[in-house]
């Protein structure tokens, strides 16, 4: 790249980027280009004299980044209409089978991203760094912790103490706009910890799953009794 970035926009700098990443598809090229972007604006940081650098960890970087998430379809009266495009992103969820996603920004500290889960897939029980706040974008999906199965839908946000063993399903193709803090990429290692299916159960032993009204004590025994929609095919 000949050009300097000093004194360029954050949509100039994400254009060059993107002619230097013209090899990738379109979804994983923009999706990289913001990464690096990030990665930018940290090194500038880290070129600073010590005393001049920021001492908080996750500090914003310089530029103000800003990326389309959804398209805007306009008003329908006093309601605001968005376009959620239900479709895999590029880049693999780690630790997971089917799960992918694409990531929107990050400051190193914060940041968030698009996940797509397929029909019948999901994150198995698992904790992560930090709590995220999973939006629900399209389709229908569960959600389990602390021996309860319930269901998630279009317009609800949820959030779980990332400490807390949990596990996200779908039912029908699931789109989610995960925001967590510390934020990990996608493929990071440590985006997630998988766990044993027990500590899903509640202080009795027990897993409840409030859509079939079945209650049992591990995740085959709900599958025996009819239920579709325990965590334990996840892993």
Do not use: N
Not at 134 to 154: D, M
Not at 213 to 225: C, F, N, Q, V, Y
């Amino acid at each position: 790249m000949t050009r300097t970035t000093d004194d360029l926009s954050t949509q100039q700098i994400i254009s060059l980027l993107t002619e230097e990443l013209h090899d990738l598809d379109p979804a994983e090229r923009r999706a990289k280009s913001l990464e690096l972007l990030s990665v930018f604006g940290r090194a500038k940081a880290d070129e600073l004299p010590a005393e001049e650098r920021p001492e908080a960890p996750g500090t914003p970087p310089g530029p103000l980044l800003i990326c389309d998430w959804a398209e805007d379809l306009g008003l329908d009266g006093t309601t605001q209409q968005l376009g959620i495009t239900v479709e895999p992103g590029p880049t693999k969820v780690t630790k997971t089978a089917d799960a992918t996603g694409h990531s929107l920004v990050s400051s190193g500290h914060v940041g968030a991203d698009i996940l797509h889960v397929p029909a019948g897939s999901g994150f198995a029980p698992h904790t992560h760094p930090g709590d995220h706040l999973l939006f629900v974008l399209a389709g229908t999906g569960t959600i389990a912790v602390a021996g309860e199965i319930v269901q998630t839908r279009p317009g609800q946000v949820y959030m779980v103490q990332g400490a807390i063993t949990h596990a996200v399903g779908a039912v029908s193709d699931h789109m989610i706009l995960s925001v967590g803090a510390p934020h990990r990429r996608l493929d990071s290692l440590d985006r997630q910890e998988l766990t044993a299916y027990a500590a899903l159960l509640s202080e009795f032993g027990e897993i409840t799953c409030r859509i079939c009204d079945i209650r049992a004590t591990t995740g085959e025994e709900l599958a025996a009794k009819g239920c579709t929609h325990s965590p334990h095919r996840f892993g």
